[in-house]
């Protein structure tokens, strides 16, 4: 895999040579802040998403965490102005990861996060989109926990409030877009309830942040 320096280079391990397993989080994030520089409040909102996603990291199997807090990291990276292209920063974020050669499961969790789907068929962008995979499952579903718990500028929330919010900033989009928001929002619902639920029988684990880790 490769990733970017400061500079902005890119920097490629050897072939073949998987990044060691919890490095991923740490070279996720420090990548976000990078590609996120100058985009404040995203950049607040993946710094608390990230926290987050540390406290609920036992809701997916152990081999998962670090990959969860790796995507949570990067979920956003597509609202940096230097990678638009579609415009859908889902899509835009993950097109992205995949030809810096990040892993194939984070680009798809990068892709589809929090039901991307749904507005990018409105968009006319769900057949690009589904170049990445869409795996679901427990990492989907956390990702889409950390995201909708996390205002666009860092502020943890209800699923509740943070629709609220969502609908006061989009409410001048047009109603294809708005109509697919709504669509989306059983899907997101579901999602939460099954990382609740979750959160009720797993045996609490904290993962360290990945700053926390220096
Ligand atoms: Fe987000």
Known sequence: MSSETSTGTAVTTPAGTPPAHDALAHEALDLARRLLDGVDRRRAHVEVATATAATIAHTVPPADRDLLLAAVALHDVGYAPQLRRSGFHPLDGADHLAALGWPTRLVGLVAHHSGARFTARALGLEELLDAHPDEG??????????????????????????????????????????????????????????????????????????????
């Open 137 to 214: 499952g427990p990492v989907a579903d956390a990702l889409v926990y950390c995201d909708m718990t996390t205002t666009p500028d860092g502020r943890q929330v209800s699923l509740a409030e943070r629709l609220q919010d969502a609908h006061a900033r989009h409410r001048d989009d047009p109603a294809p877009q708005r109509r697919a928001r709504l669509d989306r929002e059983p899907f997101l619902r579901a999602a939460v309830a099954r990382v609740q639920a979750r959160l009720g029988t797993a045996r609490a684990v904290v993962l360290p942040h990945p700053t926390q880790h220096r």
